[in-house]
């Protein structure tokens, strides 16, 4: 372990240490640690050029910062390190490996462009292989914080990132708490990210997003006990095969808690992940919301509450795939009082199983809703073991299950809801 102090950063707020960090990751052997104890390091005018096997630790987010400006290049982006394709030939065989950052806070409020610039992050590594992000506070940055793509057997943990892409109008690339692109590895990608917080980032609290429409979308991602407020969108998948989440809270994120959809720079949607075991409350948009994709999602065993738009809404966005999505599974989820349908399906599907639902209450006086709505054809449903309900006076859920003068449920293997006094029949 190499202690910065004894080779030349000051960290005391004033020092522009950026050119001895470089200098220091330089002259680093692989295999050494970069020590910055307690201090404000000042990084100022130049993103740091990171090497393979060089790790840089702290004494803790608080305690060790590090400080982005570019007072002296208004104009460049001052990640405190990079390590990219474009800018240095990163690849599979120019990888950053066996590195860890780990027990330091990334301050990005100094840092001032004169427009959104996707290289404007806390951390922006390409293809890492053996990373480990840990006990990490990245807040305020006018990019991403957390931008690191091609993570191959990596893990992201306990990462805060806090007003995150702040220069996004929410359109651009990247502008996230934790964007990672996928792909770059092949078809399998073993990366967790686990008990991270994601708050009032400008496009995403956590994104995957394939990086190449070419590529074959990849396995092996896992998002554990993270939570997503006040961003807009909470989890988004957007090209992984298999994704994995599971014990996440997305609450009052503006366009959707969970968002599967071509909305990323590829058009390409997830397929075939799994929603397990979340709280998915409050958001203003809808709760769930899954499209462009080929299908194969499975939501259960998760509370989809107090949404301002439908509980969950299967709907496709223009400019990307928009073929039916085949095999999607909604089993055993707590679905109640949001503001449009509990479920409502906007685009085609084949062979979808809902069932064992608890769906409840949804809807408004303004706006009554049914338990399940159908607007687009549906082929081959499995509709089994609903129990929809509503306890409000007057109701506002006034249909259990609403076929709209769009929808159809044709070639339908079984169509089971269970009755209720208090609700009109089929309609």
């Given at each position: 372990?190499?202690?910065?102090?004894?080779?030349?950063?000051?960290?005391?707020?004033?020092?522009?240490?950026?050119?001895?960090?470089?200098?220091?990751?330089?002259?680093?052997?692989?295999?050494?640690?970069?020590?910055?104890?307690?201090?404000?390091?000042?990084?100022?005018?130049?993103?740091?050029?990171?090497?393979?096997?060089?790790?840089?630790?702290?004494?803790?987010?608080?305690?060790?910062?590090?400080?982005?400006?570019?007072?002296?290049?208004?104009?460049?982006?001052?990640?405190?390190?990079?390590?990219?394709?474009?800018?240095?030939?990163?690849?599979?065989?120019?990888?950053?490996a066996d590195v860890t950052f780990a027990g330091f806070e990334i301050d990005g409020s100094q840092m001032t462009l004169p427009?959104?610039?996707?290289?404007?992050?806390?951390?922006?590594?390409?293809?890492?292989?053996?990373?480990?992000?840990?006990?990490?506070?990245?807040?305020?940055?006018?990019?991403?914080?957390?931008?690191?793509?091609?993570?191959?057997?990596?893990?992201?943990?306990?990462?805060?990132?806090?007003?995150?892409?702040?220069?996004?109008?929410?359109?651009?690339?990247?502008?996230?708490?934790?964007?990672?692109?996928?792909?770059?590895?092949?078809?399998?990608?073993?990366?967790?990210?686990?008990?991270?917080?994601?708050?009032?980032?400008?496009?995403?609290?956590?994104?995957?997003?394939?990086?190449?429409?070419?590529?074959?979308?990849?396995?092996?991602?896992?998002?554990?006990?993270?939570?997503?407020?006040?961003?807009?969108?909470?989890?988004?998948?957007?090209?992984?095969?298999?994704?994995?989440?599971?014990?996440?809270?997305?609450?009052?994120?503006?366009?959707?808690?969970?968002?599967?959809?071509?909305?990323?720079?590829?058009?390409?949607?997830?397929?075939?992940?799994?929603?397990?075991?979340?709280?998915?409350?409050?958001?203003?948009?809808?709760?769930?919301?899954?499209?462009?994709?080929?299908?194969?999602?499975?939501?259960?065993?998760?509370?989809?509450?107090?949404?301002?738009?439908?509980?969950?809404?299967?709907?496709?966005?223009?400019?990307?795939?928009?073929?039916?999505?085949?095999?999607?599974?909604?089993?055993?989820?707590?679905?109640?009082?949001?503001?449009?349908?509990?479920?409502?399906?906007?685009?085609?599907?084949?062979?979808?199983?809902?069932?064992?639902?608890?769906?409840?209450?949804?809807?408004?006086?303004?706006?009554?809703?049914?338990?399940?709505?159908?607007?687009?054809?549906?082929?081959?449903?499995?509709?089994?073991?609903?129990?929809?309900?509503?306890?409000?006076?007057?109701?506002?859920?006034?249909?259990?299950?609403?076929?709209?003068?769009?929808?159809?449920?044709?070639?339908?293997?079984?169509?089971?809801?269970?009755?209720?006094?208090?609700?009109?029949?089929?309609?």
């Amino acid at each position: 372990m190499i202690n910065a102090r004894e080779h030349g950063l000051a960290g005391d707020g004033v020092t522009n240490d950026q050119p001895a960090l470089q200098r220091l990751v330089d002259a680093c052997p692989p295999g050494q640690v970069i020590y910055c104890p307690a201090g404000v390091y000042s990084i100022r005018d130049a993103a740091t050029v990171w090497r393979s096997g060089v790790s840089l630790i702290g004494d803790g987010p608080s305690a060790t910062r590090f400080v982005l400006a570019n007072p002296g290049a208004p104009a460049s982006p001052v990640p405190l390190a990079f390590w990219t394709a474009l800018q240095h030939g990163a690849s599979t065989a120019r990888a950053i490996a066996d590195v860890t950052f780990a027990g330091f806070e990334i301050d990005g409020s100094q840092m001032t462009l004169p427009g959104y610039d996707v290289l404007a992050k806390g951390l922006g590594l390409q293809y890492v292989l053996r990373g480990t992000f840990r006990d990490l506070y990245i807040h305020d940055t006018p990019a991403t914080g957390f931008g690191c793509d091609f993570l191959q057997d990596c893990t992201v943990e306990r990462v805060v990132a806090v007003h995150c892409g702040r220069l996004d109008s929410g359109w651009e690339k990247g502008g996230a708490g934790i964007g990672i692109g996928v792909g770059g590895w092949g078809a399998v990608e073993r990366l967790t990210v686990s008990d991270c917080v994601t708050l009032r980032n400008g496009t995403n609290g956590i994104f995957v997003e394939l990086q190449d429409a070419s590529w074959t979308p990849p396995r092996g991602i896992r998002i554990m006990g993270c939570h997503a407020e006040a961003n807009k969108y909470g989890i988004s998948d957007w090209g992984a095969d298999g994704l994995l989440v599971s014990g996440c809270t997305m609450i009052g994120n503006h366009t959707a808690g969970f968002d599967v959809s071509g909305q990323g720079t590829t058009h390409v949607a997830g397929r075939y992940g799994v929603v397990t075991g979340c709280v998915v409350d409050d958001n203003p948009g809808d709760g769930v919301s899954i499209g462009n994709t080929p299908g194969g999602y499975t939501v259960s065993a998760t509370r989809i509450s107090r949404n301002g738009g439908h509980g969950y809404r299967q709907h496709n966005l223009p400019g990307a795939i928009r073929i039916p999505a085949a095999d999607m599974v909604l089993d055993g989820n707590d679905i109640w009082d949001n503001a449009g349908d509990g479920i409502r399906i906007d685009g085609a599907l084949i062979d979808p199983f809902l069932i064992n639902n608890r769906i409840r209450g949804n809807g408004t006086s303004l706006t009554p809703a049914a338990g399940i709505s159908v607007n687009a054809r549906v082929i081959s449903a499995t509709i089994r073991n609903q129990r929809i309900w509503d306890r409000h006076t007057p109701p506002t859920q006034i249909a259990r299950l609403s076929v709209t003068a769009h929808g159809e449920l044709a070639d339908s293997v079984y169509v089971d809801i269970e009755p209720s006094a208090d609700l009109s029949a089929l309609s």
